[in-house]
């Protein structure tokens, strides 16, 4: 069992920078992909960026690539997103979520059974 606790979230101008950290709680969570998803009012939620249970691979959407680092430190329990040039549509609810103990990293929502509560961030333009 892994539980998550998001938090930075703000209200911060167009081209400024934020860094969402996720505190995770429970044994397993150096071996748990972790993923970053988020959901802007009246839209589903979307993937932003995954990172696999070792750190060493990636993975971005297209929205974000190039502006956005997702990292962790398994010392601190802790997961990281990083958001740089930040634009008015990146304006959500951010949520990090973990996914099974060595499975790899994903995309896909429904294959994360460990959610936060999410973080707000809004960017005025």
């Known amino acids: 069992q892994v539980q998550l606790v998001e938090s930075g979230g703000g209200l911060v101008q167009a081209g400024g920078s934020l860094r969402l950290s996720c505190a995770a709680s429970?044994?397993?969570?150096?071996?748990?992909?972790m993923g970053w998803f988020r959901q802007a009012p009246g839209k589903e939620r979307e993937f932003v960026a995954a990172?696999?249970?070792?750190?060493?691979?990636?993975y971005y959407a297209d929205s974000v690539k190039g502006r956005f680092t997702i990292s962790r430190d398994n010392a601190k329990n802790t997961v990281y997103l990083q958001m740089n040039s930040l634009k008015p549509e990146d304006t959500a609810v951010y949520y990090c979520?973990?996914?099974?103990?060595?499975?790899?990293?994903?995309?896909?929502?429904?294959?994360?059974?460990?959610w936060g509560q999410g973080t707000q961030v809004t960017v005025s333009s």
């Open positions: 979520a973990a996914r099974t103990s060595y499975y790899s990293a994903s995309a896909s929502p429904q294959e994360y059974p460990y």
């Open positions: 429970g044994r397993t969570f150096s071996s748990n992909p």
């Open positions: 990172i696999d249970w070792s750190g060493s691979s990636s």
